[in-house]
Nanobody
C-alpha cells in the first residue's frame, strides 16, 4: 500500500502562485508514475499534470503555468502553480501508479493510490 498526503493548498489572488506537495509513504517506488488531478465544484475530476519514466505531461489548461517535479530522496512530488486563475479553483488530488506513458498518463486508470486532496482557491 502507498499513502499519499497533499499539502500546500490555500487561498491566493489571481496571478499568484502556490506550490503543492505530495508526500508518499509505504511501499513507494521512485519509478512510480505520479499525477495531479483536480475537481472543481459540480465538475468531474480532471487531469492536471503527471510525471513518469516516459516524461512529464500537462493538461492544455495548465501548460506553461504549472510545473510538476519530484524529489525521490524525499518521496515527494510537487506541483508549482504560477499565474493562477479563478478557474484553477478546485480540490487538487495527488495520485500514484505503477506506470504510465504518453496519453495513458492523462487518464485516472493507471493510478492505484490517491490522496485526500487539498483545496486551492483563487480569488479574482
Amino acid at each position: 500500500q502507498v499513502q499519499l498526503v497533499e499539502s500546500g493548498g490555500g487561498l491566493v489572488q489571481a496571478g499568484g502562485s502556490l506550490r503543492l506537495s505530495c508526500a508518499a509513504s509505504g511501499r513507494t517506488s521512485s519509478s512510480y508514475a505520479m499525477g495531479w488531478f483536480r475537481q472543481a465544484p459540480g465538475n468531474e475530476r480532471e487531469f492536471a499534470a503527471a510525471i513518469s519514466w516516459s516524461g512529464v505531461y500537462y493538461a492544455d489548461s495548465v501548460k506553461g503555468r504549472f510545473t510538476i517535479s519530484r524529489d525521490n530522496a524525499k518521496n515527494t512530488v510537487y506541483l508549482q502553480m504560477n499565474s493562477l486563475k479563478p478557474e484553477d479553483t478546485a480540490v487538487y488530488y495527488c495520485a500514484a501508479g505503477y506506470s504510465c506513458s504518453g496519453i495513458g498518463c492523462y487518464s485516472d486508470t493507471p493510478y492505484d493510490y490517491w490522496g485526500q486532496g487539498t483545496q486551492v482557491t483563487v480569488s479574482s
